[in-house]
């Protein structure tokens, strides 16, 4: 843990949160705000608007094209929800300092994306109360690889070489060469800024779903954590390092995802991460 108290000591290179991020944040963790002031905020960013009401009107919530404000949109997904997509739908807009080359941005983002999708689909498939709170914790969830990368370029460059060569994981090698490794680094940041706490517990636990028993958040690190390799087996968006599926199998079945309704998740990946690139306005080489 040293090392990684020494890494934030020394991070100058932080990503800026998007300034809507900052006040949503602001006001979730203000315990006398109310959902309008929520609803302000959002509708005062007409991106990030138009992209949750298309969420609330997809097809999954039984009314398609007909929710047309955020309170409506509200009352159909919860307050958590909104919450929840409008903090991982605004990360998109962070901007990296230092933006160093060794992670380029675009494959980040479509890892992200493919995890937040697949994670979506799994929820679906599963049952989970609030699927598009997995796509919000799948945009998320590798924020630390950013921290890292953009602090200590040079060593992160040969994080991505070595994880290659040796097949790892790259937590493994940002472990060994780095001292802490992306989750640690990105719980950290997202508790320091107040991020919801089912999305700081995703990023934590996204690597080593066996380690989180506490309980509530359980589904959802899952989830996170099977999308993250389905979407390396599926070679969707950035696969870096080697793909570790030790406990993919057992995830699985105790998240309650049968091998049918898995092959159904994996299959759809590529066309659905498409569809989200464009929603997003994400661009990477084919
Ligand atoms: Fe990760
Ligand atoms: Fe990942």
């Known amino acids: 843990m040293a090392q990684l108290e ?14 809507v991020t900052s006040k949503l944040l602001n006001v979730f963790n203000d315990a006398k705000a109310q959902a309008k002031d929520v609803g302000k905020i ?28 955020l309170h409506h949109a509200v009352v159909i997904m919860g307050f958590n929800a909104v919450k929840n997509l409008a903090v991982g739908f605004s990360m998109a807009k ?4 230092g933006g160093s080359a060794a992670l380029s941005t675009e494959q980040f983002w479509e890892h992200s994306l493919g995890v937040g999708v697949g994670a979506r689909s799994i929820g679906r498939e599963i049952g989970y109360s609030c699927p598009e709170e997995l796509l919000a914790a799948g945009l ?24 290659e060569e040796r097949e790892e994981e790259v937590c493994q090698a940002e472990q060994r060469i780095l001292g802490a490794s992306h989750d640690e680094v ?5 508790r320091e800024n107040r991020f919801p706490p089912v999305l700081t517990t995703c990023i934590k636990y996204h690597h080593m779903p066996s380690r989180y028993t506490s309980g509530e958040f359980t ?24 793909i570790c599926t030790g406990e993919l199998e057992s995830v699985c079945r105790e998240v309650g995802l049968s091998d049918e309704a898995k092959e159904k998740v994996s299959e759809n990946l590529k066309a659905e991460v498409d569809e989200a690139k464009e929603f997003f306005g994400i661009t990477t080489a084919a």
Not at 6 to 19: E, F, S, V, Y
Not at 50 to 62: A, D, E, H, I, M
Not at 140 to 163: C, M, S, T
Not at 219 to 242: R, S, T
């Open 6 to 19: 020494l890494i934030i000591k020394n991070a100058r290179n932080l990503p800026a949160l998007p300034q």
């Open 42 to 69: 959002i509708e005062s960013d007409q991106s990030l608007a138009t992209q949750l009401l298309k969420q609330v009107n997809s097809p999954f919530y039984g009314f398609p094209g007909r929710i047309s404000n």
């Open 219 to 242: 589904k959802a690190v899952k989830a996170i954590y099977v999308a993250n390799q389905l979407c390396k087996l599926q070679g969707v968006g950035w696969k870096c390092g080697g």
């Open 140 to 163: 998320v969830h590798d924020v630390g690889k950013i921290i890292l990368a953009d602090n200590f370029p040079e060593e992160y460059e040969q994080v991505i070489r070595e994880a």
């Open 186 to 190: 990105g719980e950290w940041f997202t």
């Open 94 to 97: 962070m901007s990296r300092k």
